[in-house]
């Protein structure tokens, strides 16, 4: 900062980061100026996320249809399984699947089969069935198996378990080949819902994992999960297809699913909320969110849209 009072601005905004101490500045802004804040902390976070997609795309030599597939497999678990998720994708690509799509037990045995997850479960007829057809989909597409070590499943919710999200997965990705066309038509959370909250095959009504049967329950993928998927998947890829294409209607497309999709629901979201800045949709929680871990959480103020524009206005935030 150019003066002794803006630095001493961001020392204070340093100090309190870990509390969000520019919370109460936001809360106090017009919406107008606030949105203008949220707007730049957004396109932050979208670049972040389109480099992401182009190191897919060039590891895909610039398949897209390979790329979402990709993208969904990362966007489909947790933060703890992200990189098994995306290894499992990398084995079983999605040339593959297509090749195997009219026969869905074949994808959901390929799928099984890499993951690894198989061999840490109790057999029952359906999965010694899944195991066969894996040996010679192995062998015929050159699959390698994963480790299953390589997945966190410690404190996993079963409605979150990658054994029902694997089998979801290969219901969804055998269900159309063209899910990247339809997901780059998607306008609103009903389209989300409509082409993402897939019911896996009969066998998991009555099971969350492999070999143990409980009450019946259709295992669909929940309108929660879809809007994630909407708001990671879909609007990223939007804006990613948009600006390698020059589409401004696909760009303007993304930031409006963002606008109409509920924001999330997190731990930041509620630190936010508790310092009294209002959070209309999933625009505003995702430019939130970048400024919760890529500026409060590094005491990054003196970089940040938020911590330059105090130091500007006022010596202390409020």
């Known amino acids: 900062m150019a003066d002794g009072g ?118 029952d007829a359906y999965t010694l069935d899944l195991g066969r057809h894996f040996e010679y989909l192995s062998a015929k597409y050159g699959i390698e198996a994963m480790d299953a070590s390589e997945w966190t499943l410690a404190d996993i919710r079963p409605a979150n378990h990658p054994a029902l999200r694997i089998a979801q997965a290969a219901r969804f990705f055998a269900q159309d080949e063209f899910v990247m066309a339809r997901a780059m038509a998607c306008r609103t959370e009903e389209d989300i819902r409509r082409l993402f909250c897939i019911e896996a095959s009969p066998y998991w009504r009555t099971h969350y994992v492999p070999g143990a049967a409980g009450d019946e329950l259709p295992k669909r993928l929940g309108t929660f999960k879809a809007r994630i998927i909407g708001i990671n998947l879909v609007a990223v890829l939007q804006f990613a297809y948009g600006s390698r294409t020059g589409d401004e209607r696909l760009r303007d497309s993304a930031l409006s699913l963002l606008e109409r999709l509920p924001s999330e629901d997190n731990r930041f979201m509620r630190a936010w909320s508790g310092e009294g800045v209002p959070i209309r949709n999933a625009f505003e929680s995702q430019a939130l969110l970048q400024l919760a871990t890529e500026y409060c959480a590094r005491t990054r103020c003196a970089e940040c849209p938020v911590g330059r524009r105090i130091a500007v206005h006022t010596d202390t935030p409020k």
């Open 6 to 123: 803006g630095e001493r601005t961001i020392e204070r905004l340093k100090a309190g980061a870990g509390t969000y101490a520019c919370g109460g500045y936001l809360a106090g802004l017009g919406a107008l100026q606030r949105t203008e804040l949220l707007t730049a902390l957004l396109f932050d976070r979208l670049g972040r996320k389109i480099r992401r997609v182009g190191a897919l795309l060039s590891e895909t030599s610039d398949n897209w249809n390979e790329t979402f597939y990709r993208l969904y497999f990362r966007t489909l678990g947790d933060s703890r399984n992200q990189e098994a998720y995306l290894s499992l994708a990398r084995r079983v690509p999605y040339r593959t699947v297509l090749r195997e799509r009219l026969a869905p037990q074949a994808v959901e045995a390929m799928l099984f089969g890499a993951s690894g997850l198989l061999a840490l479960y109790r057999h």
